[in-house]
């Protein structure tokens, strides 16, 4: 799914929402608790939606999975559609005059309902039944990849990193006209000999200038890929949570499910254990933090790792790169064409 797939699917949620609650499918058509179920059950999607495109990155299991989200999105619509269509013919059905002496008495909201009206509504039937359990299916295999819910920013505060178009199945696919040599000098970081342990690599820009992209690009670069033991990356945004935090770090490197009953500290021992001995790439997207404590209670399992490990964080905040102990930065700037 590319990231213009991705978007739309969002922004087509929304339209569906408006569909869900039109007051002549609710009024017209007895399906009202069949579309207040789908609406539940899509929002309760679209909560894990930036999630999920983030993932599916390193998932195929989440890309296909919204793969088969967007495809019921839009044979949801379709269906939608049909009955838009239907109560449509059946109001100006309803508003035809007629010299018909008996029809003057049928009250209007009953005129459509007609041979051709209840066939209608005996051959939408099973098309909903269709939606409904498939909208359930999704909703269980949501629940088995452990799709985490994104929390919505106020107006005016600062965008989640999951929600800016980040995802992509296949980062090669992007166009990253003039970024060679900052992706170049970035990889080369990372391959170099290090005696910290870890290095923490910060890629510090204003937004919207392709820091996230060019995380990406180094991620998924073959010499990086084959240089680590392990590899995980997590959107961090201004929520500095270190319980939050481990718990994901812990679980995008292990792709284990989710331990919600866990303590932080329980949580460090496990990412000790999991990283002791090990060459790793953290990659911490979109980090706002100089709080120097809540960074040092985070990166205590860290310090497990084997020499060369590497931390790369982006941010538009210079002043992180002191609170974490960077050895290099890579500023980002605009590229002039």
């Not at 998932?59 to 838009?84: M, R």
């Not at 995380?215 to 990086?224: H, N, P, S």
Request: charged letters at 30%; glycine letters at 6%.
């Amino acid at each position: 799914m590319s990231i213009v797939l991705e978007a739309a699917l969002s922004a087509f949620f929304d339209v569906l929402f408006d569909k869900l609650r039109s007051s002549d499918l609710l009024n017209i058509f007895r399906v009202d608790a069949d579309l207040n179920n789908w609406e539940i059950i899509l929002r309760e999607i679209r909560d894990v939606l930036d999630d999920a495109e983030g993932k599916q990155r390193t998932n195929g299991s989440v890309k296909t999975w919204l793969g088969d989200l967007e495809a019921l999105a839009y044979d949801a619509d379709d269906i939608l559609d049909e009955f838009a269509t239907e109560a449509l013919r059946r109001k100006v059905n309803a508003e035809e005059p007629s010299t018909s002496k008996i029809r003057k008495f049928i009250p209007a909201c009953c005129v459509g309902f007609n041979p051709s009206s209840i066939k209608f509504d005996v051959s939408m039937r099973p098309k909903i039944e269709g939606i409904n359990t498939k909208l359930q299916e999704i909703l269980t295999r949501k629940e088995r990849l452990n799709l985490l819910k994104i929390v919505t920013r106020k107006e005016g505060q600062k965008q989640d990193c999951a929600g800016k178009g980040t995802a992509t199945s296949s980062v090669a696919e992007r166009h990253t006209y003039g970024r060679d040599e900052d992706k170049k000098k970035i990889v080369n970081l990372l391959l170099e000999p290090s005696d910290a342990q870890p290095s923490v690599i910060p890629i510090v820009g204003m937004g919207g200038l392709g820091k996230t992209t060019l995380a990406q690009l180094v991620y998924e670069d073959d010499e990086v890929h084959n240089y680590f033991d392990l590899k995980a990356w997590v959107c961090v945004s201004e929520d500095f949570d270190n319980l939050r935090l481990t718990k994901e770090i812990l679980h995008s490197f292990t792709s284990e499910p989710l331990d919600n009953n866990s303590t932080f500290d329980s949580l460090q021992v496990k990412l000790k254990e999991k990283l002791s001995g090990k060459k790793f790439l953290l990659v911490l997207d979109d980090v706002w933090n100089e709080d120097y404590v809540l960074w040092t209670e985070l990166r205590k399992p860290f310090e497990s790792g084997a020499l060369g490990s590497k931390i790369v964080v982006t941010t538009r905040n210079l002043g992180v790169t002191s609170t974490m102990g960077t050895t290099s930065t890579v500023q980002v700037g605009r590229i002039v064409t």
